[in-house]
């Protein structure tokens, strides 16, 4: 007669038997896991700049200095961007174009696209060249007209949602450059 202890020191013994027995199959690739670490921040592209947040103000042409014209260029900054091994040049928008930027926008407001129209735009009106070529110009005799409604749209039809991204954040860090610079040339000028 078998108690009820034996039957479990017997299924013990029979674990332990089947942990011992070879494997069918493959043998493991690895052990087990070990901790999980975050990778490192990359950017998809070993040819990327760096951001310019740790490398201080830059500053604006060296024209802002002469009287009257120099404002002409307070305000203006240009940067140029390797994403994905392509070379994009942006630059700060001017005031009517950041004006054009949102009567672009008002169509999209409180529209799921909303977001997605807003960055376009914005990249529309930043950007300058792309791998040299500058981008297509209005036809009007005035190429300050339309150019973001032009630039928006060829963005929006030519370029994809991920280098739309990346050209955003740029352009924000760009923005972010311009306040920057003239906090440094205030604190500079007394």
């Not at 690739?29 to 975050?38: L, W």
């Not at 950017?43 to 700049?49: A, I, Y």
């Not at 947040?53 to 120099?70: I, Y």
Request: aromatic share 6%.
């Amino acid at each position: 007669m078998t108690s009820p202890d034996d039957a479990l020191v017997d299924a013990s013994t029979a674990a332990a038997s089947a942990a011992a027995a070879p494997l069918s199959g493959p043998p493991p690739s690895s052990d087990a896991p070990g901790a999980f670490q975050e990778p490192p921040r990359q950017s998809g592209s070993d040819d990327e700049q760096p951001e310019h947040d740790d490398l201080g103000p830059r500053t604006f042409d060296e024209r802002h200095r002469e009287p009257f014209t120099g404002l002409l260029y307070l305000g203006y900054l240009e940067d140029d961007v390797t994403i994905w091994g392509h070379h994009f040049r942006i630059a700060t928008p001017t005031q009517r174009e950041k004006i054009q930027a949102g009567a672009l926008h008002k169509p999209y407001i409180d529209t799921l696209a909303s977001e997605v129209a807003y960055q376009t735009i914005l990249v529309g009106a930043y950007l300058v060249s792309i791998d040299g070529q500058e981008l297509p110009r209005p036809v009007t005799n005035d190429p300050k007209e339309n150019g973001v409604k032009d630039r928006f749209n060829w963005v929006a039809d030519n370029l994809k949602g991920p280098v739309i991204d990346r050209l955003f954040d740029r352009c924000m860090i760009l923005e972010v450059q311009v306040g920057k610079v003239l906090r440094a040339m205030g604190e500079a000028q007394g």
